[in-house]
Structure formats: C-alpha cells, structure tokens
C-alpha cells in the first residue's frame, strides 16, 4: 500500500525567510512554519506544543512515512504528563495514555489502515474521547474534520528518497476560534 502523499509541500518553495533551526515564523492566519534538525528537536518541539493543549483538542498530523509524525507524538505525551511510551499505533489503531499529573489524557491513534472518513473512525469512539482528552490522529487528513471546528493541523516535510537528511519543515496551521486565540509563534 502507497501512502498518501501531503496535501502540501512547504520544502517546494524553501523554507521561510527568515526561518533558523528549530524556530518558528508566524503570520496572522494563524500558521506558523517551524524547521526542525534532528529526532530529539522534533520530541522537543512536541513538548513545547504540549504546553498549549488542553482537553477537547484535536491534532491533525500529515506527513510522509518516517516524517516524525509519532515523534512529535512522543515529545507530546511526555509533556503532558501521560502514562506509557507512546509508540506508533498503526497496528492497534488507537492507544489511550492516561494522565499521571491530573490533566487530560492523550488518545493517539493512527488512521492509516482506515480508507475512509470519519464513519470508518467510528468504533473508536473520537467524538466520546475528545471533549475529556487530547486527541492526536496521524494520517487523519480527510477523516476526522468532522470531529470539531477547531483542530491543529500539523503538516510535517522531510526530503524522501535515498538520503540521510533529517530536517523536516513543520507547518502548523490552527483551525477554528480556539486557535485563533492561540499563539502558536510561542512554540
């Protein structure tokens, strides 16, 4: 099975002006564009994000196999204080990692196998999950939308092919009245 391609490259037109390793460039429409180097910043980046999320959030990850997608999702969970290593989910689809620091748990789950929108989700039970928990669904492009109006789509770029290039471009872009009033330069 091919995997889905991104819905954008942010590598085709370069990095943002402007943009240094592991910083971020914000507009006003609430996107910001971040450029990562290494496995350990893409965990970082995850724990900083943690830092912004609270129970009832949605988070979208697109990228191409190996981007960094469950890393993210590691650096997530460990600043969120949660129970378990977070390990990719493609073959149990879901996990739920409770909180060990009373906040909300984090509910991972890797949409990949699924072939259609949300009525294929369906037996996981996400709109149940989500107003108590922090949802993260990789490869939920086209398949969890419906959840919520407000959700961070994160799209992550790394260069593919025969290469040992470990930077990836992260673009995230908030969606709805809870992110607008978020900052997400502050990641």
């Given at each position: ?7 954008h490259?942010p590598a085709?037109?370069?990095p943002?002006?402007?943009?240094a ?5 914000g507009?006003?429409?609430g ?8 496995p350990d ?6 724990r900083?994000l943690?830092?912004?999320l609270?129970a009832g959030d949605?988070l979208m990850?697109?990228g191409e196999?190996?981007a960094?997608?469950?890393t993210?999702?590691r ?5 969120l204080?949660?129970?378990?290593a977070?390990t990719s989910p493609?073959f149990v ?7 060990l620091?009373?906040?909300p748990?984090l509910v991972?789950?890797d949409?990949y196998?699924l072939?259609?929108?949300l009525?294929?989700m369906e037996?996981l ?13 990789e490869w939920?492009?086209g398949k969890?939308?419906?959840l919520?109006?407000d959700?961070?789509?994160l ?12 930077v990836?471009?992260v673009t995230?872009t908030g969606?709805g ?7 997400l330069?502050a990641?």
């Amino acid at each position: 099975m091919e995997a889905p391609a991104a819905a954008h490259n942010p590598a085709e037109s370069g990095p943002p002006s402007g943009t240094a390793s592991g910083t971020a460039s914000g507009t006003a429409s609430g996107t910001v564009q971040i450029v990562v180097d290494s496995p350990d910043e893409m965990r970082e980046l995850g724990r900083r994000l943690a830092k912004l999320l609270r129970a009832g959030d949605l988070l979208m990850l697109t990228g191409e196999l190996g981007a960094g997608k469950t890393t993210l999702t590691r650096g997530l969970g460990e600043g969120l204080g949660v129970r378990g290593a977070v390990t990719s989910p493609t073959f149990v689809i879901a996990r739920v990692h409770p909180s060990l620091v009373d906040g909300p748990p984090l509910v991972h789950v890797d949409a990949y196998r699924l072939g259609g929108g949300l009525d294929d989700m369906e037996d996981l039970d996400l709109d149940v999950s989500l107003p108590e928990s922090v949802v993260v669904v990789e490869w939920g492009e086209g398949k969890v939308e419906e959840l919520t109006d407000d959700r961070l789509h994160l799209l992550i770029h790394r260069a593919v092919g025969d290469t040992t290039d470990e930077v990836r471009h992260v673009t995230l872009t908030g969606v709805g009245e809870r992110w607008a009033a978020v900052d997400l330069s502050a990641v």
